[in-house]
T-cell receptor, first 110, second 114 residues
């Protein structure tokens, strides 16, 4: 079983739409959770860390459900510039291992 | 300038050649990582280092070696490159300790082995 699983998509949504991505992780001892954004052939860049209480940054909202071992990312009012691959990343509490989902592809259509 | 710098950014080589990818960072982080990315497979950890001279194998270390001679530098070598090592390679750093400690990536090195 993979450490982190994501729906690969692709998600094709119109501008202004709301879209949600989900991610599950297998290690209940995981400590830190992140969403990264990766543009084609570029390096992943941190979009936001995910806190237990949930957190919001502008149009982006991240949620963590430890009981279900589930992380989500909600993007409201999608922009063309949101088109990218979104990676779910989990860091364990031992050895500082980071585990990556395969990414979810989003295309925002005019 | 990028905080995590990789060289070369692109390289085409032939089967059997020795290749070195270099990574340097100005973030002052102790922890450094090498990942490879293949389409549809996500990022896979090759090696990681938590300090100078500390080397740890990741998920897919076979066919690779690394060197950490200084805190700021972490190099990845392919002693005898083969075509299935064609991939996008990323170096990353993270800060030791702390609750969050996200990864910071270099811009990537695209390697093609013919």
């Amino acid at each position: 079983r993979k450490e982190v699983e994501q729906d690969p998509g692709p998600f094709n949504v119109p501008e202004g739409a709301t879209v949600a991505f989900n991610c599950t992780y297998s290690n209940s001892a995981s400590q830190s959770f992140f969403w990264y954004r990766q543009d084609c052939r570029k390096e992943p860049k941190l979009l936001m860390s995910v806190y237990s209480s949930g957190n919001e940054d502008g149009r982006f909202t991240a949620q963590l459900n430890r009981a279900s071992q589930y992380i989500s990312l909600l993007i409201r009012d999608s922009k063309l510039s949101d088109s990218a691959t979104y990676l779910c990343v989990v860091r364990t509490n031992t050895g500082n291992q980071f585990y990556f989902g395969t990414g979810t592809s989003l295309t925002v259509i005019p | 300038d990028a905080d995590v710098t990789q060289t070369p950014r692109n390289r085409i080589t032939k089967t059997g050649k020795r290749i070195m990818l270099e990574c340097s960072q100005t973030k002052g982080h102790d922890r450094m990582y090498w990942y490879r990315q293949d389409p549809g497979l996500g990022l896979q950890l090759i090696y990681y280092s938590f300090d100078v001279k500390d080397i740890n194998k990741g998920e897919i270390s076979d066919g690779y070696s690394v060197s950490r001679q200084a805190q700021a530098k972490f190099s990845l070598s392919l002693e005898s490159a083969i075509p299935n090592q064609t991939a996008l390679y990323f170096c990353a750093t993270s800060q030791a300790g702390g609750l969050i400690g996200e990864l910071f990536f270099g811009e990537g090195s695209r390697l093609t082995v013919l």
